[in-house]
Structure formats: structure tokens, C-alpha cells
């Protein structure tokens, strides 16, 4: 499988100001992430909110700063660029919203919503970009008819598909699409998600596809990146990662997704507690306050990688070299 962008050791660290007396507090919102991105596939990442997956989008379109690491494309490391550099790249690596609404600009225009980035880009002559515009807004299911509106004249679910037309465009690569169904209607999610599927035949799009839907992520990804306060502790083919999830969060989460394994509802496994702050996080594998298999050795250090099979990774130490089986 061909890798379309590479990210590597990629941390994302804020600092926040306690007030005068007291210094600074760090938050790992990523820390030490690494995983591939396969050409023509969409990756889910899902965990619980605040854990750090919006950051990881943010963070590779260079639109919040890395703290370390890289994230290879197309020959380029992108957190080393610049405004200018990453301007030059910014029409193969988009971003759907979550907020449909907020993120068009209720003064303007389908037509001139559609048409910024053409602009921006200097993309098609002028007179060719009605033409390229009609032809996207036929392909998300909106027409010509609908080019002098206004986006408060649109239900939620064709505002989202006007974000969608707007990403694609200039025919990207890659887009990082975040929680881009969790605003609407359940009846109107599946409609966009379907709408994004044949967009990415029909373009050639690969997505970075944040939920915290586990029922979504089963019915439109290949693979899933599980993560924890700012970590990937789990990443499989989705298929692997719902018939054999390893990792105890993973297999939390997915215990709580009602449709998925009814046959198995008595082993439902409850979260318990809160997520702790990413200010202040546990020690070791940071999952430690909240597993029931937990031991001196998880709070004492952070689990690496176990591979299960080329595409089925876990940070756990019930599967590390040596460790008790256990129940698995
Ligand atoms: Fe639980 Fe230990 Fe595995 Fe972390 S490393 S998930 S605490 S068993
Ligand atoms: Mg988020």
C-alpha cells in the first residue's frame, strides 16, 4: 500500500498561564504520536473527547504548531513549513468542520463560498470557474439553483454538504475531516456519510475521519487509531478492531456501542471515572486509574507496541513478552 502522509513521533504541547505566581502547566494534547496513512483509505481516529484527535488534525495541516516530530508529505516534513510554503500545499490537504454553520460565512453566497479557494489558489481562469463550481455542487447533490443562496437558507445537512463541495474543490489529496456528522441529525448523518464515500471514490480522496461514533467509524472506515489523553494505544483494520479488540479502553468503548456485539451485552465493560487532565497525567500507562487489570508494572511504565498482525497494534502490557495472558 502506497503511504500518502507519514506521521511520526508527532508531539503537540500547550502551555497555559496559572497566574503570576505559579509557573506555567504543560498540556500533552499529543504526545509521541506515529502512525501511516495509506493512499485511498480513511483512517478513524476515536477516543473520548478532549483526547487529543482534533489536535492531531490541526497539527498536520500545520494549522495549530507541532512541538516535535515530523508529518511527511509528498516528500516534506509540514511542520517545518511555513505560511507561504504550506499555502503552496494547502490545496492537496483540506479540512471538513464539524459545525457546518459556523464555518461558512453567513454574508456570503454558495457561489462565493465555492469560489474562495479557486481565488485563493488562482486555480482554473475566471471564466472556466462557474463551470467547475456547478460540476462539485453536482457531485455533493446541490445545483445551480441553489448558487445565489445563502447558507441560513439550508438544512444542516446541505450546509454540510457546501463544506464538503468547498473541500474538494480544488481536488485534494488528503482531508482531515472532524466529527463532520456529529452536528446533525442521526436521520441526516448517514445521507453526508455516504455523500463523503462516493466523493472519495469519484475524487480519489483519502480521509482522516475524527468520531467519537464507533457505530459511524464501523460503517465507513478501513482502519482505526483507538486514542488515550494524547496517545494511539490501539491501531487495527477496523474489522480486527471490532471482532478482536485488545487494548481494555478499546475494548470499553466498544462495549458501550449498543448495535455493534448485542450478543454480548453482560459483558459490558463500564468506564469508570473521568478522563484525567492532560495537565496532570498518570504515570506509566496513563489508562492505570481506570483499568481493572492494572499492576505495579502499568503504573510504573508506559507499554510499547505489540504487534498482533502487519496492520493490529496494541500498547498494553497484558500482551507484552513474558506478561501473564491473563484472561485473553
Ligand atoms: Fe491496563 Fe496495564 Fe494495559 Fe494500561 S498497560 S491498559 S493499565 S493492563
Ligand atoms: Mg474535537
Do not use: W
Request: proline share 5%; hydrophobic share 35%; net charge negative.
Amino acid at each position: 500500500q502506497e503511504i500518502i502522509l507519514s506521521v511520526k513521533n508527532l508531539k503537540t504541547y500547550y502551555e497555559i498561564k496559572q497566574g503570576m505566581f505559579k509557573p506555567n502547566k504543560v498540556i500533552k494534547a499529543v504526545d509521541d504520536v506515529s502512525f501511516d496513512v495509506y493512499k485511498g483509505e480513511t483512517l478513524a481516529l476515536v477516543g473520548e473527547s478532549g483526547c487529543g484527535k482534533s489536535t492531531i488534525g490541526r497539527t498536520i495541516l500545520n494549522l495549530t504548531q507541532a512541538t516535535s516530530g515530523e508529518v511527511l508529505f509528498n516528500d516534506k516534513d509540514l511542520t517545518t513549513l511555513n505560511f507561504n510554503e504550506m499555502r503552496s500545499l494547502r490545496h492537496r490537504l483540506q479540512m471538513i468542520f464539524q459545525d457546518p454553520y459556523a464555518s461558512l460565512n453567513p454574508k456570503k453566497t454558495i457561489l462565493q463560498i465555492v469560489m474562495e479557494p479557486l481565488k485563493v489558489h488562482d486555480k482554473y481562469k475566471p471564466q472556466e470557474r462557474l463551470q467547475k463550481i456547478i460540476e462539485i455542487l453536482e457531485i455533493v447533490g446541490l445545483s445551480e439553483y441553489h448558487l445565489e443562496r445563502y447558507p441560513h437558507e439550508f438544512s444542516g445537512g446541505q450546509r454540510q454538504r457546501i463544506g464538503i463541495a468547498r473541500a474538494v474543490i480544488l481536488h485534494p489529496d488528503f482531508i482531515v475531516a472532524d466529527e463532520p456528522v456529529s452536528a446533525l441529525d442521526v436521520s441526516v448523518q448517514s445521507q453526508v456519510i455516504n455523500l463523503m464515500l462516493d466523493v472519495q471514490k469519484q475524487l480519489g480522496l483519502t480521509y482522516l475521519f475524527i468520531s467519537h461514533d464507533l457505530s459511524v467509524v464501523q460503517h465507513m472506515t478501513d482502519r482505526v487509531a483507538v486514542m488515550y489523553l494524547g496517545r494511539i494505544v490501539e491501531i487495527a483494520t477496523t474489522e480486527e478492531l471490532f471482532d478482536n479488540p485488545k487494548h481494555p479502553y478499546t475494548k470499553a468503548l466498544l462495549s458501550a456501542v449498543p448495535i455493534s456485539h448485542p450478543q454480548e451485552k453482560s459483558n459490558r465493560i463500564l468506564l469508570t471515572g473521568d478522563v484525567p487532565s492532560p495537565a496532570n497525567p498518570p504515570t506509566g500507562c496513563t489508562f492505570h486509574p481506570r483499568c481493572e487489570f492494572a499492576t505495579e508494572l502499568c503504573q510504573q511504565q508506559s507499554p510499547s507496541a505489540t504487534h498482533f498482525s502487519a496492520s493490529h497494534q496494541v500498547h498494553c502490557h497484558l500482551y507484552q513478552e513474558g506478561a501473564n495472558e491473563l484472561c485473553y
